[in-house]
């Protein structure tokens, strides 16, 4: 998994918040080009980029900034079960230290802070929180026996990484399949309800179905959440283009894009723009799977 793709109004703020998170601004470009409106399916694009990275280096966000076309309307205060692309999960060590720093940046809990074990067992405290212009993160810091190493860090409030992006569905199966595809790793399966998930996201009487599946370099994880109760609400287009407001695609780093986007078309994708070529470095595209869930596809041209 290569970066996460958020379009954002404010490009500033977006930065300022995810460095206050702990993610390190890596870089800042403008692009634009007849090879970006090839990729993302629009005419006469310019994009202001910040690129972000966490600590660990495995997990990367790029903020983009539209100022031509310019960006859609989206729905800033979408719940949790709304379908789409989501949240991300952030593992810290410290979550109330955390918390109260974004909250002293405008960011607005959605529930409260639980206790909750995931699919391999490990015990977690988590929170969600809505950041500026209504970006949903969510916040876990494991619990059990710690190393002096680790009471350490968790009384500096380390961040440690990206843990999972989170994708509410309708067709659990469907969606699956298409990431099985792709060449994701199924992790686990599992149902959860219960106060304490209600608690959690803010909702009443939520029973879920969630799906975890990895990367194979094992530092990338999506979740896939199947809402039986509430029912999944949509918010805009399922076609919605690529510079609607909101957390907007997952990029990969593949060793063959035409055989991969071959292989996606076959399953029913649909590209956005083309394959284009960015210098001599890259080969890229956008594709539209089930769902309207984008992904963006990167083959490195540079050897080694």
Not at 79 to 89: A, E, K, P, T
Not at 116 to 122: H, V
Request: proline letters at 4%; a negative charge; charged letters at 25%.
């Amino acid at each position: 998994m290569d970066n996460i793709g958020i379009v954002v109004e404010d490009l500033k703020a977006a930065v300022a918040f995810f460095v206050e998170l702990g993610v390190e601004l890596e870089s800042e470009t403008t692009v634009e080009g007849q090879w970006v409106d090839r990729v993302v399916g629009l005419d006469g694009v310019r994009t202001d980029i910040a690129m972000m990275r966490s600590p660990d280096g495995h997990g990367k966000l790029e903020l983009m900034k539209f100022q031509n076309p310019i960006a859609t309307i989206s729905e800033l205060e979408a719940s949790v079960n709304s379908l789409g692309i989501r949240r991300m999960m952030f593992a810290v060590t410290n979550l109330d230290d955390v918390s109260g720093r974004l909250q002293k940046r405008g960011a607005e809990p959605i529930g409260d802070v639980v206790e909750f074990k995931d699919i391999n067992g490990l015990g977690y405290r988590l929170l969600y929180l809505r950041g500026p212009e209504g970006i949903i993160i969510a916040l876990a810091e494991q619990l059990g026996k710690k190393s002096a190493t680790d009471d350490l860090k968790s009384k500096t409030s380390s961040l440690q990484r990206i843990d999972n992006t989170l994708i509410v569905v309708d067709d659990l199966e469907t969606v699956k399949a298409f990431f099985i595809e792709l060449g994701l790793e199924p992790e686990g399966e599992t149902s959860v309800e219960g106060p304490s998930v209600d608690s959690l996201i803010g909702l009443k009487n939520v029973r879920a179905t969630l799906s975890l599946l990895r990367t194979p370099d094992g530092h990338g994880r999506i979740e896939l959440d199947k809402f039986h109760t509430p029912t999944a609400i949509r918010f805009g287009s399922v076609n919605a283009p690529a510079n609607t407001p909101g957390i907007r695609r997952i990029m990969f780093a593949v060793d063959d894009i035409d055989e991969v986007v071959a292989r996606l078309l076959a399953h029913g994708s649909e590209l956005m723009g083309e394959v284009a070529q960015y210098e001599d470095t890259y080969r890229l595209c956008y594709i539209r799977g089930p769902e309207g869930i984008i992904v963006a596809l990167a083959e490195s041209l540079v050897p080694g």
